[in-house]
């Protein structure tokens, strides 16, 4: 499940849709949503296509990128009343079950 998560946290990075990229590679959107899904294999001439679309090194498409969450709490106080606030981008499953756990622990 590694490759296909990959491609969908690189494109959600990169603000690109299914389709640009897979207009890009010059392949059907259902071919590359099925890489992403995991359902197909990524043919190897698509592999340095695709790093290159991403500018990341070819390894990073198949690392395993376990990125560690870290909450820093601080209180501010707001001249104008407003809130404080954060946003969280998660891309797949195994990351909010992370994210998850750190908030059970942190909070």
Known sequence: MIVGNNLRRLRIKSK???QD???ILEIDRRTYIKWENEENDVKSEYIPKLAKI???EIKEL???SKSSIQI???SKENKDNSINGVVFV???KESIDRLAEVLK???
């Open 72 to 74: 820093n709490q601080e």
């Open 90 to 92: 998660l891309t797949d």
């Open 62 to 64: 198949f690392s395993d």
């Open 105 to 107: 622990i942190n909070l």
């Open 16 to 18: 690109k849709s299914q």
């Open 21 to 23: 990229i897979a207009d």
């Open 54 to 56: 991403f500018d990341v």
